[in-house]
């Protein structure tokens, strides 16, 4: 089973092209601009075993806002697209990841409905060039346009990079877990018939 899509979304803000591999090894090629959200796509794509290749051009003259947001969106599209009908895959995932000081989970659900639970709290406004609240409107993004639940939380940290690079590499971790595959069942796994 092939597990990699090409999505692209061009707007008047931002034009970018994602192509994800679920059944890679972590090879990334990611250049959106905003050096700090590279390094997070990296840390995402490298704990999760995810080939991903992001190239965005965005209005990085006004700010990261809509570079990093429509980047979730079209992660989140190919995410749902890889997927497929989930058929013979785990559905959920989670991890706890520590980093130095501070500890970081993630659950994810593949249900075909989207929720972002987020608790993380940050002490500066920015990271680099990404605005420190770009962390979790990335994280929305995601979630609806990949239609899944995600439960990201800091359980303890104090250094702001620390807690947001636990958080993509503990969403990676989990995503990996979730789109694995499951031997003993072939069809989606859910009581419903269909997710």
Request: charged share 25%; proline share 2%; hydrophobic share 40%.
């Amino acid at each position: 089973m092939n597990r990699t899509v090409t999505r692209t979304r061009t707007t008047k803000e931002t034009d970018i092209t994602v192509t994800l591999n679920l059944d890679g090894t972590g090879k990334t090629e990611i250049d959106t601009g905003i050096g700090f959200f590279d390094h997070m796509l990296n840390g995402f794509a490298r704990h999760g075993l995810f080939d991903l290749t992001v190239h965005a051009k965005g209005d990085l003259e006004v700010d990261s806002h809509h570079t990093i947001e429509d980047t979730g969106i079209v992660l989140g599209q190919a995410i749902l697209e890889a997927i497929g009908d989930k058929a013979g895959i785990k559905r959920y995932g989670h991890f706890m990841l520590p980093m130095d000081e501070t500890l970081a989970l993630c659950a994810v659900d593949l249900s075909g409905r989207p929720y972002l639970n987020y608790n993380a709290e940050f002490v500066s406004d920015k990271m680099g060039e990404m605005d420190t609240e770009m962390v979790r409107e990335f994280f929305y993004a995601v979630s609806y346009s990949a239609m899944m639940n995600i439960h990201l939380k800091i359980l303890d940290g104090i250094n702001d990079h620390h807690k947001a690079e636990a958080l993509f590499k503990a969403f990676g971790k989990a995503l990996d877990m979730a789109t694995m595959e499951e031997p003993r069942i072939k069809e989606a796994w859910t009581t419903k018939g269909s997710l």
